[in-house]
């Protein structure tokens, strides 16, 4: 089963807004069209991501919510006879503006 790469945000990215659209690419040589699911929690639940394109290889996309600093999302194919590939993996940073303001204590 193959394991999706991924397009962007690139490795490491700091995006300042959430939910951020996670864009990649998954060459699926079998019959039909794979499905493409996406994780940001390790791996406990996982997402769909949209898969298009008429051939392989296909495109897919995602948009998934962050929370404030580095978050690892996972990638992974499950086939049409529903076998899960081993995930793929990118951490994207989410930089939050604080609103509070700082405080000086003499």
């Given at each position: 089963?193959?394991?999706?790469?991924?397009?962007?945000?690139?490795?490491?990215?700091?995006?300042s807004?959430?939910?951020?659209?996670?864009?990649?690419?998954?060459?699926?040589?079998?019959?039909?069209?794979?499905?493409?699911?996406?994780?940001?929690?390790?791996?406990?639940?996982?997402?769909s991501?949209?898969?298009?394109?008429?051939?392989?290889?296909?495109?897919?996309?995602?948009?998934?919510?962050?929370?404030?600093?580095?978050?690892?999302?996972?990638?992974?194919?499950?086939?049409?006879?529903?076998?899960?590939?081993?995930?793929?993996?990118?951490?994207?940073?989410?930089?939050v503006?604080?609103?509070?303001?700082?405080?000086?204590?003499?």
């Open positions: 089963i193959p394991t999706p790469t991924f397009s962007s945000p690139a490795e490491r990215a700091q995006v807004g959430t939910p951020v659209v996670v864009t990649g690419r998954v060459a699926y040589p079998g019959q039909g069209i794979p499905t493409v699911q996406v994780s940001r929690d390790g791996g406990a639940t996982w997402n991501a949209t898969v298009n394109g008429t051939r392989s290889p296909y495109n897919w996309s995602a948009s998934v919510p962050l929370v404030p600093g580095g978050n690892p999302i996972l990638a992974r194919t499950v086939d049409v006879p529903g076998r899960q590939g081993t995930p793929a993996t990118r951490t994207i940073f989410s930089l503006a604080s609103t509070t303001p700082l405080s000086i204590v003499s």
